[in-house]
């Protein structure tokens, strides 16, 4: 329901915005009166509108929400909600049935009051005269034509009031197999329901998609003898008997009802669960207190597996309400077939339409179903639990259930954060428990434990697949960087610190780069505040290690990292900057001049790189540079100089390029990141200008 508007503008009746519209011809004193009025009655409706959307936008405090109780794997409510919506499912497929067989039942009556119209005639054509008187009947013969027409409405006739026969006991089965089964449990019950239904999709449904065939032959057989007749008539032909034939015929057809009716009542007296069973076969098998099957029992891993196929094939929120406290609570199972029915059920638990509390009950356990999972990992690898599937899931539809459960769950927490609410968290460690149940050696040793909510979020926002990271880890870091916004935006830097304490920042940064997703400069300044010399030992290394490719792509980030760096550190920190290793940071820069992209913040980036040059230690031990490599230098040097001839630091970096042509450090090696740009196409001018293009002279 939208708000209405309770504004002046929105509202039917316009208020005059002066006495003088028109009002040009009234008294002076009149219209100071109308004036006067107008400006209470404005004053009134402005009151009244605010009063109003004060009513309207009133909200009652909320009420907590909480997940349900863990319930009793033989808890009456859950199997009650399941029992009523697979009955209700049974029903409505057997109304279709029913109402199927109700038609076939008018359509055989019809049927067979014409065709006994056209089988009276035919018996009385091959019957003997009525006047006859001969002692001996067997002098008469029927012509065969006359028999055979006989045959084909005999046989349609005894055909259709057999399928008549068979509708008949099918509605009878129908409400056997609609009734709520007997038993002392709902879980007993709901079993027993699942083997009526079971049999009757082996058994019930196939005999009943007989009606139809049968119903088919019989008007052939009736299309055929009207056949015959107008044939007869025409031909005017007669021929011996076969009427032995047609007995024959109907016999056989007779007995194959009579032997499919004895073997329904036989599997009704043998299985209690049958769905053919009825009165008659009740009271035979009360009599002969034959039970075999009464005493049956079923494991825990087929009531698990039942009752996850009913969770996942429910659509009533209100029953999926009831039934979800039983969906984890269950003694641990080691098939990983029932790890993919829990995560069907979950799935359908976390659907939009059911209630917060039933997705809170669900995502408050999904830590059982981590554990289940993470006992299948006994070589270490995340692809243990899909290779001990046996052919009933495939690796890729597990993964994929395991991708939609923590996608929802990311929603979950997306929307329950939009409001404030705290249990946003539950559905964050849901997701984190999942995630690592799945990954290979993240973090198991607080599987046993009940970690913190910011426990959870630290370890998120370091686990790594790879190089290229799974999309569950990506949809995991995402949201644990949303919740670290959340709270030092809401909280301050004080809430945050529980959070900073859990991160492993050699691991976070270790992996930073390689991220297709970039947490923010806000989140990595803070991490690096107090941190710096344990950050850098890591961060070195791997911005020394990076590649051409992500270099492309990730240099605006390399640089973020750099200039942190740079501001913690002070001219004396020569030890830290000795680790970095600016070989391909440094070739990337100076021949980024050819990327137009590229070149817009190449200045500030120049002013970064020179920072740790002049402190960088370029090697030892090496011998004096040869011609070439000298020009090289040079060329670097004037060509850094052209960018940056007003800056301070621009007499350093020529100072620095002039250094290594003239051996003023010492022990050096040949500056081998300025050996790919021999090649730039700024440098290969100034090469053909100095006589570059020789060879590098022997050392």
Known sequence: MSQPNLSRE????????????????????????????????????EKQSRFLESQYNHKEPKKEVRPYDQGNPKDWAGWKAMLESSLAK???????????????????ALFSAIDTAFLLPALQSIAPPAGATSADPDTFQASRTEQVICLCYS?????????????????????KLTSTPSGSEFVEKAMRHKEMNMFARLLLEPMLNLVHPALVLSISFFVG????????????????????????????F????????????????????????????????????????????WTETEKLEH???????????????????????????????????????THRVLASDTTHSAKLTVAAHMKDLALRVREHFRDGSGLAIWRRLRGRTSSQEFQQNVANVIDLLGNLYRSALKVGEDYRKKYFVAMYYLSTALAPGEDREHTYIDPSFEYCVGKALCLFGGHKTSVDHDVLFQTAVEECYAVLNKHGSQAFDPISVEIDRPRFFQHLLYRSLWPGDELVSRLVKGHEDEVWETLAPAISSLTDSVLLEKHSHVFTLLNMMRASMDDDGITRRETLDLSNLATFLLASTTSPFLVQDRRARL???????????????????????????????????????????ASEERGFFGRIKDRAINPIRRPTFLAPLRHHPILMLHGKASGLSEEPAEL
């Open 10 to 45: 929105g509202s039917d009746m316009t208020l005059p915005t002066s006495p003088d519209s028109g009002s040009m011809n009234l008294p002076p004193d009149f219209r100071a009166l109308l004036a006067e009025q107008l400006e209470v009655l404005k004053s009134f409706t």
């Open 607 to 649: 002013q970064t790189l020179v920072f740790f040059i002049p402190f960088h230690t370029i090697g030892t031990g090496m011998p004096e540079l040869n011609a070439q490599e000298r020009a090289v230098c040079e060329a670097a040097s004037e060509f850094l100089a052209t960018f940056k001839s007003e800056d301070p630091l």
């Open 90 to 108: 049974t029903r409505q497929r057997a109304e279709v049935w029913t109402t199927g067989m109700d038609v076939t039942l008018v359509f055989i």
């Open 254 to 297: 007779s007995a194959l009802v009579a032997l499919l009716i004895c073997s329904t009542v036989w599997h009704a007296l043998w299985y209690e669960d049958s769905p053919f069973g009825g009165q008659m076969t009740s009271s035979v098998r009360f009599w002969l207190r034959w039970k075999k099957h009464a005493s049956q029992r």
């Open 307 to 345: 009752y996850c196929e009913l969770v996942s094939s429910a659509d009533d929120p209100a029953l999926l309400d009831r039934a979800a406290p039983l969906v984890y609570n269950w003694a641990p199972h080691n098939d990983p077939d029932i790890h993919h029915l829990v995560l069907k059920a």
């Open 225 to 252: 003898g009207l056949l015959v007749q107008l044939w007869a008539l025409a031909l005017s032909s007669s021929h011996h008997t076969i009427l032995l034939f047609t007995s024959i015929l109907g016999t056989f």
């Open 155 to 175: 046989a349609s006739l005894v055909i259709s009031i057999q399928t008549a026969i068979i509708t008949v006991l099918g509605r009878q089965w129908m409400a």
